[in-house]
């Protein structure tokens, strides 16, 4: 039964020698190439390719990038090692100590926060099931470099500090 109307069966059509040898193809690729070539030299500001690293492209303000802890307004940190971030994470890159506060009013504190850059896969589910308000995403790092593995793993007070370039 055909569908839509479609042969059941489809014919091709044997290529000949000129085709067979490719020649017209590489031909015809090469014209292509080179048209947008000379369109592109003759036209650089239309051209979606920047600059990188001289031209960066603005991201919108929802993109999630490297992580920071928020502080109160007395500057201590606003983690209350509750782990909820720590169970959420889908990439397992969260590891929190928790502590007693000295002040009663508040239960705990994170003794040690750490994340493992080279295993989140930045999907954010930490920030939104944080009760306080204490990790976000937004500090629109995404140039992320080290030269160990070991860098990669951000403590407490790099996440307190976080700068606004990549560098671990
Ligand atoms: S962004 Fe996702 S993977 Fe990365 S630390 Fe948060 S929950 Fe884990
Ligand atoms: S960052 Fe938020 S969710 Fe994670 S342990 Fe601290 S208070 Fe809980």
Do not use: W
Request: aromatic share 8%; hydrophobic share 30%; net charge negative.
């Amino acid at each position: 039964m055909s569908y839509k109307g479609l042969p059941d069966v489809v014919t091709t059509r044997r290529r000949n020698l000129l085709e067979s040898a490719y020649f017209t193809e590489i031909a015809r690729g090469l014209a292509v190439t080179g048209r947008h070539l000379i369109r592109n030299l003759f036209n650089t500001d239309k051209m979606p390719t920047v600059q990188y690293p001289d031209q960066k492209r603005d991201y919108g303000p929802r993109f999630r990038g490297r992580h920071r802890l928020t502080q109160r307004e007395d500057g201590s940190p606003r983690c209350v090692a509750c782990m909820m971030c720590s169970t959420v994470c889908p990439a397992d890159c969260i590891e929190i100590i928790a502590g007693e506060h000295p002040d009663p009013t508040i239960e705990k504190y994170s003794k040690e926060f750490n994340i493992d850059l080279l295993r989140c896969v930045y999907c954010g589910l930490c920030e939104e099931a944080c009760p306080c308000d204490a990790i976000r995403m937004d500090t629109g790092i995404y140039e992320i470099a080290a030269e160990t593995r070991e860098a990669f793993v951000v403590n407490k007070d790099f996440l307190l500090n976080n700068d606004k370039d990549g560098t671990l």
